[in-house]
Nanobody, 128 residues
């Protein structure tokens, strides 16, 4: 069974940095071939809709970031640990949310309601 476990959330001041980790088991994400998949990070604040903040496609290594986080967030992989990371720099109060890691095997890109596996989330709080 595929499992995703997030970690690294916490309390940080505006302008600070955090690095979230997504440990994946039951599926290999440490290479672009032969597996085809999309993996990414989503976030959701109370009373708000869920939104994608980063996506990585295995076919060509392309990444996606919405304008709200572009230039501040970076997604990456550690092949040896089968782990995906989200480096978050220059954090803002509006970044406060629960952050989820999600996987779509045999998918080309990330979709808000099209991901097959989800982690339980890790809370990020940016104080002001």
């Amino acid at each position: 069974q595929v499992q995703l476990v997030e970690s690294g959330g916490g309390l940080v001041q505006p302008g600070g940095s955090l690095r979230l980790s997504c440990a994946v088991s039951g599926f290999t994400v440490s290479g672009f071939v032969p597996d085809v998949y999309a993996i990414g990070w989503f976030r959701q604040a109370p009373g708000m809709s869920r939104e994608v903040v980063s996506c990585l496609a295995s076919t060509d290594g392309d990444t996606y970031y919405p304008d709200s986080v572009k230039g501040r967030f970076t997604i990456s992989r550690d092949n040896a640990k089968n782990t995906v990371y989200l480096q978050m720099n220059n954090l803002k109060p509006e970044d406060t949310a629960v952050y989820y890691c999600a996987l779509r095997p045999r998918g080309a890109w990330c979709s808000n309601h099209g991901m097959d596996y989800w982690g339980k989330g890790t809370m990020v709080t940016v104080s002001s």
